[in-house]
């Protein structure tokens, strides 16, 4: 069974980084990929970024500046850094398996509210 | 950038069929999924792939796309359905969520 535990540390102040952790049990790294979502408050889903077991990534273009998504996977695990934030970045964040770059999500971790506030 | 668009709350007496429908720009030659998300809880996939079920996910969901209009369809409501629905698409190298529909079950 595939499970995604997520973790983050919160709250953020403006202007600091956001950084979340996402551990993996029950697949292995190699052949998914990995990505991040988030969801503002009462709001949709965005996507983040991703990427694979040899650390190739790819970002949204509008978070591109802002983001680094990296893997551990001796641990199992990848992890999202968020730079500069503001309180338009408050969401609940989310890790998610990807059957495969450009496809569909599989599996998810179970979310992680962090908000930006002085 | 592309856009996906869903109504914003679709309503369904029990035991009906509910239709839930993403809207964007040639739409049918993408491969769409949906996803269910009930409050408090991460988005759970219950269509692949324009219209493949996972494992657990009752026959009563199914979909289809063409043209300009993926849609989802619910039959024989349960109250256990009532939840966000979202469609995604990868266009252009990013994934896109559509706007997102909340189903009530009357």
């Known amino acids: 069974q595939i499970q995604l535990q997520q973790w983050g540390a919160g709250p953020v102040k403006p202007s600091e980084t956001l950084s979340l952790t996402c551990a993996v049990s029950?697949?292995?790294?190699?052949?998914?990929?990995w990505s991040w979502i988030r969801q503002p408050p009462g709001k949709g889903l965005e996507w983040i970024g991703e990427?694979?077991?040899?650390?190739?990534?790819n970002y949204n273009p509008s978070l591109k500046s802002r983001v680094t998504v990296s893997v551990d996977t001796s641990k199992n695990e990848f992890s999202l850094k968020l730079t500069s934030v503001t309180a338009a970045d408050t969401a609940v964040y989310y890790c998610?398996?990807?059957?495969?770059?450009?496809?569909?999500?599989?599996?998810w971790g179970q979310g992680s509210l962090l908000t930006v506030s002085s | 950038s592309y856009d996906l668009s869903q109504p914003l709350s679709v309503s369904v007496a029990l035991g009906q069929t509910a239709k839930i429908t993403c809207g964007g720009n040639?739409?049918?030659?993408?491969?769409v999924h949906w996803y269910r998300q009930k409050p408090g809880q991460a988005p759970v996939l219950v269509i692949y792939s324009d219209d493949n079920r996972p494992s657990g996910i009752p026959e009563r969901f199914s979909a289809s796309n063409s043209g300009n209009t993926a849609t989802l369809t619910i039959s024989r409501a349960q109250a256990g359905d009532e939840a966000d629905y979202y469609c995604?698409?990868?266009?252009?190298?990013?994934?896109?969520f559509g706007t997102g529909t909340t189903v009530t079950v009357l």
């Open positions: 995604q698409v990868w266009d252009s190298g990013i994934y896109v």
């Open positions: 040639r739409i049918g030659g993408k491969n």
């Open positions: 998610a398996r990807g059957e495969q770059r450009g496809s569909f999500f599989s599996n």
């Open positions: 990427i694979n077991h040899s650390g190739g990534t």
């Open positions: 029950g697949a292995s790294f190699s052949g998914f990929s």
